[in-house]
């Protein structure tokens, strides 16, 4: 494995988006990722993974559950606790024409690693006019869980997005993760994938399509998850839920409301979201992350800057409170966008708010 690579046919990075009419079956988030791993690593020896506890213990959140038993120790390497190493043995690797798949633990201990991530993997084709690819992934949770404290709870989608030379991806759903981190392995630049370790556990409907080892999701390709016409609700990864639920309620009081699941933060489909701006009239933005220099002010730019003649009403954006992560359960909750807040929001957008006096 670890010998010369010599490249005998580069697999397509997306399959054809195709729509899926065929009778689903429930999968975890947990079991999509894990089945992805293990279908690329069985369809490419240069793909090999790495990180903490990835091996012997089957990964921190079981997503490299029988990996090591299958691959063995060569391919699923489990590291010590420094993550500015393995991420740079990641990167070296690539340069080599491996395809490594880093682990974090969380994503908040990227920040050991965001040399290697910033400056070596995302700039090198660049630098080099072309010359070196870098196909690699870095994943792992991100954002809020629960009662991790300040340091443990950060949104890195902005941080990652802001950054020429890496694509970010931040999955919702079961095929969302089965199908993005497929194209992520695949892909010959650095993917940072953003993972929620609060959606592991959930169960969602997977086509017999996307169960299809060849399949796979385009890069930069929003998914219209509910459609609408009244307001635009944007929002990635666990506020997707949010979005749908709140729909629900909105859909109760005569509000029909767009959710777009963004699937990708870089490359970023500002086509799908003017879109459905300029049918809606109106754009709510939802995200976990600070609300300074978030994602939801780059799509608000990119609305105001295509789409103002449209608007009916001021963009509104949804995202946590500027402040670091509180650690007290009632705190967290004030610190991160509920339900409650989404449905306020595009009650506001639609004029259907109730007047200031009445709620005094």
Same mark, same amino acid.
């Given at each position: 494995?670890?010998?010369?690579?010599?490249?005998?046919?580069?697999?397509?990075? *997306?399959?054809?988006?195709?729509?899926?009419?065929?009778?689903?079956?429930?999968? $975890?988030?947990?079991?999509?990722?894990?089945?992805?791993?293990?279908? =690329?690593?069985?369809?490419?020896?240069?793909?090999?993974?790495?990180?903490?506890? *990835?091996? =012997?213990?089957?990964?921190?959140?079981?997503?490299? !559950?029988?990996?090591?038993?299958?691959?063995?120790? =060569?391919?699923?390497?489990?590291?010590?606790? $420094?993550?500015?190493?393995?991420?740079?043995?990641?990167?070296?690797?690539?340069?080599?024409?491996?395809?490594?798949?880093?682990?974090?633990?969380?994503?908040?201990?990227?920040?050991?690693?965001?040399?290697?991530?910033?400056?070596?993997?995302? !700039?090198?084709?660049?630098?080099?006019? %072309?010359?070196?690819?870098?196909?690699? *992934?870095?994943?792992?949770?991100? %954002?809020?869980?629960?009662?991790?404290?300040?340091?443990?709870?950060?949104?890195?989608?902005?941080?990652? %997005?802001?950054?020429?030379?890496?694509?970010?991806?931040?999955?919702?759903?079961?095929?969302?993760?089965?199908?993005?981190?497929?194209?992520? /392995?695949?892909?010959?630049?650095?993917?940072?994938?953003?993972?929620?370790?609060?959606?592991?556990?959930?169960?969602?409907?997977?086509?017999?399509?996307?169960?299809?080892?060849?399949?796979?999701?385009?890069?930069?390709?929003?998914?219209?998850?509910?459609?609408?016409?009244?307001?635009?609700?944007?929002?990635?990864?666990? &506020?997707?839920?949010?979005?749908?639920?709140?729909?629900? /309620?909105?859909?109760?009081?005569?509000?029909?409301?767009?959710?777009?699941?963004?699937?990708?933060?870089?490359?970023?489909? $500002?086509?799908?979201?003017?879109?459905?701006?300029?049918?809606?009239?109106?754009?709510? $933005?939802?995200?976990?992350?600070?609300?300074?220099?978030?994602?939801?002010?780059?799509?608000?730019?990119?609305?105001?800057?295509?789409?103002? %003649?449209?608007?009916?009403?001021?963009?509104?954006? /949804?995202?946590?409170?500027? *402040?670091? &992560?509180?650690?007290?359960?009632?705190?967290?909750? &004030?610190?991160?966008?509920? /339900? =409650?807040?989404?449905?306020?929001?595009? !009650?506001?957008?639609?004029?259907?708010?109730?007047?200031?006096?009445?709620?005094?």
């Amino acid at each position: 494995m670890w010998g010369i690579v010599r490249h005998k046919g580069i697999r397509p990075a *997306v399959s054809k988006v195709r729509s899926f009419a065929s009778a689903a079956k429930e999968m $975890t988030v947990r079991d999509a990722l894990n089945s992805a791993l293990d279908e =690329e690593m069985s369809a490419d020896p240069k793909v090999f993974l790495m990180g903490e506890e *990835v091996g =012997e213990y089957q990964g921190a959140y079981k997503i490299s !559950k029988g990996l090591l038993e299958k691959y063995g120790p =060569e391919r699923v390497r489990d590291t010590p606790i $420094t993550e500015a190493g393995f991420a740079g043995i990641g990167v070296g690797a690539a340069y080599y024409g491996l395809r490594p798949v880093v682990e974090f633990m969380t994503f908040n201990f990227s920040m050991q690693a965001i040399d290697h991530i910033i400056n070596s993997a995302a !700039k090198s084709n660049y630098m080099s006019a %072309g010359q070196i690819n870098v196909p690699i *992934v870095f994943r792992g949770p991100n %954002g809020a869980a629960a009662g991790v404290g300040a340091q443990h709870s950060q949104c890195y989608a902005a941080w990652f %997005g802001a950054c020429p030379g890496l694509k970010v991806l931040a999955p919702y759903s079961s095929e969302d993760a089965r199908g993005l981190l497929k194209a992520a /392995i695949r892909d010959p630049d650095p993917v940072v994938f953003l993972e929620n370790e609060l959606l592991y556990g959930e169960s969602f409907p997977v086509s017999a399509e996307a169960l299809d080892s060849s399949f796979c999701l385009p890069i930069g390709k929003a998914k219209i998850e509910k459609e609408g016409k009244d307001v635009t609700i944007v929002a990635f990864s666990k &506020m997707v839920g949010y979005s749908l639920k709140a729909a629900e /309620i909105l859909a109760k009081e005569g509000i029909s409301a767009e959710v777009i699941n963004l699937r990708s933060i870089r490359p970023l489909d $500002t086509a799908a979201i003017n879109a459905s701006v300029r049918k809606t009239n109106r754009l709510i $933005t939802v995200e976990e992350g600070f609300p300074q220099h978030g994602v939801g002010a780059e799509i608000c730019a990119s609305v105001v800057e295509e789409s103002f %003649g449209y608007l009916d009403a001021p963009v509104e954006r /949804i995202a946590g409170a500027d *402040v670091p &992560m509180p650690y007290a359960a009632n705190l967290e909750r &004030m610190a991160v966008p509920q /339900i =409650e807040d989404i449905v306020r929001a595009a !009650k506001r957008a639609c004029y259907r708010s109730e007047p200031l006096a009445a709620v005094a």
